[in-house]
């Protein structure tokens, strides 16, 4: 019987970091083969890093990529692996599996299906390569093959689905299957979103089980080039049955996971399969390398989820480990010396700063305080602190910035959410600066500022006016504000430009009001599992959101402002996601919110929504860069395109209008 011992990892790499990357492959290698590994599956485009976006254009990046690639040989000697790259051939650029047996290139394989939609762009820099085609490249002085191609290791036959090639109807594994392969690799760079790790173990699973294979699966880890995180979780799974799974959103540079799988077996399934019809001539497709011989597997320890993972929360807990890791790495890849939020007492910034506060207790859990520490070590001073609290204050300062208009409800949160969480915290007044901007103006106008006549003006100033102090805070301190916009307000542009949307990084830009409100509760409640709620959040939820940039008498509330949150982001999805007008959006919210709230109403909060979603395209274009959580994200750089200037959905709101009008006859 042959049994193989399998490896398959999961890396934090970083685009164009040519030496760091190099050397979290060869620390992949490393463990795989202490751990008696036979076979190691690497991720996608681990040598340069996914996210290089136009840079895979350089004639001088694909060369670079290839000398990493020799540089690796000594360390796959006496094994099958995988390391993906950039590859050109004939003129073009693909996305290929560099495929090492017993240290030397065997071959390439080439990425069929390029993954297109939402954030993925492959197809401005790859090719697809044409289904069963082969083709040669010269490397290191000498020919290898390239293509769609089947590789014969000592009597067990690999075969390669490379990242989106698994999640298409005709997937190459179907194929790979008719021509006898025993084991099928998977080399991947597949995102974090809520929800989508069960959909790959399905794939990974069922492709075991239809295709009658052993199945590896490898990923990407954290966040690799600024939007985008990836949650690790390799996988190997045979003729149906999950062998190993590997930790997900990991705080660590490198996971690899080991596992048995009996290839013996596989084949006696497909034997038994009365459906299955082998393609009996593979070609030119079947690369054989006879002369590497496999040693008698070790059996390996079988890998469990962890605890989080079979929370009853499970939405919750992958958000805030998702934040975790995302702002961990935006913290030491950027090589800021901490965070700094101007921390209002509200959900969103009191969320960002519990998310930070979260990620050092979670980061001192996982690599333990010096390890920690030595990640960021460019800090200064970091490595001398001697607790998660003192890290904690270094790395996260909270400001209160007080005008006429704030109460003591947001102030006493704000103080008491910080002391909790360990921040150092700031309090200062911007009162005067914002009587002093006014007075400026009146004087040089003529015009006296009334609320009645000048709202707008006079709220955007009050915001406006605490951008300097806290940026000027953020660079004594060498650090990096974040900005606390979330997807609710990007939607309708509720939002103070150069005011409250100040920051270098959106941590909560891809996430709606109402599901933040939800899990900050939660977090007031429970908490991540093994880490600490926040019993301060109390005085946070309790409160109407508001901004606070009206007179106290005035009784200001977002909601009051825009409409109730549950609302805005139904229609948000509704418009936005699934790209229906108007009077589409009022017809399924009458539906979907049957009883809750007047036809009137939601006429009202559609056309007001479909109005500033319009006007206010030019303000999400300038937001800060956020992360990437669902598949719903409003970011026109990498996800939702709009014009800046359009024409307003006017006819189609007329037909809304109509519409109202008639139900009133």
């Given amino acids: 019987m042959t049994r193989l011992l399998v490896a398959a990892a999961a890396l934090n790499q970083t685009p164009l970091d040519w030496d760091g990357n190099l050397a979290r492959i060869r620390e992949a290698l490393r463990r795989a083969r202490r751990a008696g590994a036979q076979v190691a599956c690497l991720p996608e485009l681990c040598v ?7 840079a895979f254009h350089s004639a001088g990046v694909l060369a670079e990529a290839l000398k990493s690639l020799e540089a690796l040989a000594s360390d796959t000697r006496g094994m099958v692996a995988t390391v993906g790259l950039p590859l050109e051939v004939q003129g073009a650029v693909y996305s290929a599996l560099a495929v090492f047996v017993d240290g030397r ?81 998977n080399s991947s760079a597949s995102p974090f979103s809520f929800g989508k790790f069960e959909v790959r173990k399905r794939f990974v699973l069922e492709g075991s089980r239809a295709c009658g294979v052993s199945y590896v699966y490898s990923n990407l880890l954290g966040c690799e080039a600024g939007r985008i995180i990836y949650d690790g979780g390799a996988l190997i799974a045979s003729h149906g049955e999950l062998v190993a799974q590997g930790r997900r959103l990991s705080f660590e540079d490198v996971e690899v996971v080991c596992g048995v799988v009996d290839v013996e077996r596989s084949r006696l399934m497909r034997r038994r399969q009365a459906s299955f019809r082998p393609a009996l001539d593979v070609g030119e497709r079947l690369v054989s390398v006879p002369k590497l011989s496999f040693a008698p597997a070790r059996e390996a320890f079988r890998s469990e989820p962890e605890i989080w993972e079979s929370s009853p929360n499970l939405k919750h807990e992958e958000f805030a480990r998702a934040e975790m890791l995302g702002l961990f790495d935006y913290l030491r890849k950027s090589r800021s010396e901490g965070f700094v939020v101007s ?38 001073g970091i490595e001398k602190l001697k607790s998660e609290a003192a890290l904690t204050k270094r790395l996260l300062a909270c400001v209160y910035q007080a005008s006429e208009n704030s109460s003591k409800v947001t102030h006493n949160a704000a103080r008491q959410v910080a002391r909790e969480i360990g921040a150092e915290f700031f309090d200062i007044s911007i009162a005067g600066l914002v009587g002093e901007y006014e007075q400026l103006i009146s004087k040089a106008t003529g015009v006296r500022l009334s609320w009645k006549e000048h709202d707008i003006a006079r709220q955007n100033i009050q915001a406006r006016v605490r951008s300097p102090a806290v940026w000027l805070l953020t660079n004594l301190r060498r650090a990096l504000l974040l900005s606390t916009s979330n997807r609710s307000e990007a939607a309708v542009g509720y939002t103070t430009m150069d005011g409250d949307s100040s920051g270098g990084l959106s941590p909560l830009g891809g996430i ?12 007031e409640r429970e908490g991540p599992v093994g880490l600490t709620n926040v019993k301060a959040l109390r005085l946070v939820n309790a409160q109407a959101p508001t901004a606070e940039l009206r007179p106290p008498k005035e009784k200001q509330t977002d909601e009051a402002d825009l409409m109730p949150y549950v609302v805005l982001d139904a229609i948000e999805r509704l418009a936005i996601r699934d790209k229906l007008l108007p009077l589409e959006v009022y017809e ?38 956020s992360f990437h ?37």
């Fill in 48 to 54: 340069t890093g996914y996210g290089c976006e136009d």
């Fill in 343 to 380: 921390l209002s007492g509200g959900v969103d910034s009191s969320a960002a700063s519990c998310l930070v506060s979260l990620m050092v207790q979670h980061g001192v859990g996982q690599l333990g305080l010096s390890r920690f520490a030595k990640k960021i070590s460019y800090v200064k």
């Fill in 588 to 625: 399924r919210l009458v539906g979907q919110l049957k009883g809750r709230y007047s036809p009137g109403d939601l006429v009202r909060w559609v056309e007001r929504f479909f109005t500033l979603w319009s006007r206010n395209q030019w303000k999400r274009e300038r937001y800060a860069p």
């Fill in 512 to 523: 709606d009001k109402a599901y933040l409100r939800e899990w900050l509760e939660w977090l």
């Fill in 105 to 185: 290139v065997a071959g390439f394989v080439c990425k069929q299906h390029l993954a297109g939609d939402g954030i993925h762009y492959e197809p401005r820099w790859f090719k697809p390569w044409p289904k069963q085609a082969v083709s040669s490249v010269t490397v290191g002085g000498r020919q290898a093959p390239v293509g769609d191609l089947i590789f014969d290791v000592g009597g067990v036959r690999f075969g390669f689905e490379i990242c989106e090639d698994a999640w298409v109807a005709e997937r190459p594994a179907i194929g790979l299957a008719k021509h006898g392969v025993d084991v099928i690799l």
């Fill in 629 to 665: 959580l669902d598949d719903e994200n409003l970011d026109p750089k990498t996800w939702c395109r709009f014009p800046i200037l359009s024409g307003g959905f006017e006819k189609e709101l007329q037909a809304l209008r109509r519409k109202a009008r008639k139900g009133r006859a």
